[in-house]
């Protein structure tokens, strides 16, 4: 069974700092996507990235693939309370078009 | 602006009746996905269709709950009979099997079962 792991579950921090949250899981995927999730509504794909050692730059947020295409990092620089949201981290079978996804990281940016 | 679309957004109903949730995915898409998100579970795939074929239903309850497509524009999840423990945000989402496996998800279905 896949599963991905992700780390932390939850983060609050003050604007202007600096976070990572983490994505971990002893398979292989196909591709690894990040969506952010806002309260009553469903989530929305911020990032897919495919190829191992990847790096993906979307504004303040950086993604990385890891080179064995088993783990994935959302890093954001200078987060600002527009970040607040929940974090997903889903890795794809493009065979299947399954994603597995992990728990989840709470983020919580205070002004 | 293409979306999937989900009705009702809020069902509450009692213990025993019958919840049908419907989905309309974003036109062209070939798979439709059913999740059911709680807090202490997170997101858990329920159903999988791709050409309105059911391809995976391992995640569900066979007993109470069925996932359909009648047509390539609407997928329903019905739950029959509910109960307290099938309280949670029921999201539809679809994507285009051909070109990857990006989902796009839809607002979600908050059901509560008193």
């Known amino acids: 069974t896949q599963l991905l792991e992700q780390s932390p579950q939850f983060l609050s921090i003050q604007e202007g700092e600096n976070l990572t949250v983490y994505c971990n899981s002893s398979?292989?995927?196909?591709?690894l996507q990040w969506y952010r999730q806002e309260p009553g509504e469903g989530p929305v794909l911020l990032v897919t990235?495919?190829?191992?050692?990847e790096v993906k730059k979307l504004k303040r947020l950086t993604f990385q693939f890891g080179d064995a295409r088993k783990d994935s990092s959302l890093h954001i620089t200078a987060a600002q309370p527009g970040d607040t949201g929940l974090y997903l981290c889903?890795?794809?079978?493009?065979?299947?078009?399954?994603?597995?996804f992990g728990q989840g990281t709470t983020l919580q940016v205070k002004p | 602006d293409a979306r999937v679309t989900q009705t009702p957004r809020h069902k509450v109903t009692e213990m025993g009746q019958e919840v049908t949730m419907r989905c309309q995915p974003i036109?062209?898409?070939?798979?439709v996905f059913w999740y059911r998100q709680t807090m202490m579970q997170g997101l858990e795939l329920l159903a999988y269709f791709r050409n309105r074929a059911p391809l995976d239903d391992s995640g569900m309850p066979k007993d109470r709950f069925s996932a359909e497509m009648p047509d390539a524009t609407l997928a329903t999840l019905k739950i029959q009979p509910s109960e307290p423990r099938d309280s949670a945000v029921y999201f539809c989402?679809?994507?285009?099997?051909?070109?990857?496996?990006?989902?796009?998800f839809g607002p979600g279905t908050r059901l509560t079962v008193l």
């Open positions: 036109l062209g898409h070939n798979t």
């Open positions: 398979s292989v995927f196909s591709s």
């Open positions: 889903a890795g794809g079978n493009l065979n299947t078009g399954k994603l597995i």
């Open positions: 990235v495919v190829t191992g050692g």
């Open positions: 989402a679809s994507g285009f099997s051909g070109i990857g496996d990006t989902q796009y």
